[in-house]
């Protein structure tokens, strides 16, 4: 059953990824990141005041979380620090396969992937890009504007033909060729 649980702040919450029922991070447009222990959620340390919009973690001790301006910040399973990237388009998703595999999206065409040394750029296309899952780092996906719809094969960005020119905000992939997007 569903049930309704008070948050810790008044702030307008965002994206959220669950570990386990017991381990979740929602964000907030002020740059807060809430915990979820099992019990009740708490306020992290907030590094910074932009707003977020995208949070993933591939465990306890790794989350991504970003943002506004190019925010990312990382979660080592003590504390969050802020990590550098190489643009300050605001990024809207991030998603990975492994703690070593990951890719965040944004505005501008924004594609950034951490492959566990630093935040490497991208470029696939112009359109603002709202949302990015990884099935596999040989396999993943990447929405957004204009209804721009990219496969990552392992080692580019291919546009895949769309049945829309209408935004897309979200998709979430069941397997290779199962998924849904919505705008």
């Not at 948050?7 to 669950?18: D, F, K, R, V, Y």
């Not at 990015?132 to 580019?156: C, E, F, H, K, Y």
Request: proline share 4%.
């Amino acid at each position: 059953d569903w049930t309704n649980t008070p948050s810790p702040t008044s702030a307008n919450l965002g994206g959220g990824c669950a570990i386990s029922k017991s381990n979740a991070w929602v964000v907030a447009d002020n740059g807060t990141i809430l915990h979820w222990d099992g019990t009740a959620w708490s306020v992290t340390g907030a590094l910074t005041t932009s707003p977020l919009y995208g949070i993933w973690a591939s465990g306890a001790n790794d989350a991504w979380a970003v943002g506004d301006s190019g925010t990312i910040l990382h979660w080592n399973g003590t504390l969050w620090s802020l990590a550098q990237g190489p643009v300050k388009a605001a990024l809207d998703s991030v998603h990975g396969s492994a703690s070593n595999d990951v890719w965040a999206v944004g505005a501008e065409g924004a594609m950034l992937h951490w492959d566990g040394v630093r935040w490497i750029e991208f470029s696939a296309t112009p359109h603002h890009l709202r949302s990015v899952q990884m099935l596999s780092p040989g396999d993943g996906w990447a929405m957004g504007n204009g209804g721009t719809i990219l496969r990552w094969d392992g080692s580019d960005w291919l546009p895949v033909a769309s049945p829309t020119t209408d935004d897309l905000y979200s998709l979430s992939m069941a397997g290779q060729d199962a998924g849904w997007a919505v705008g």
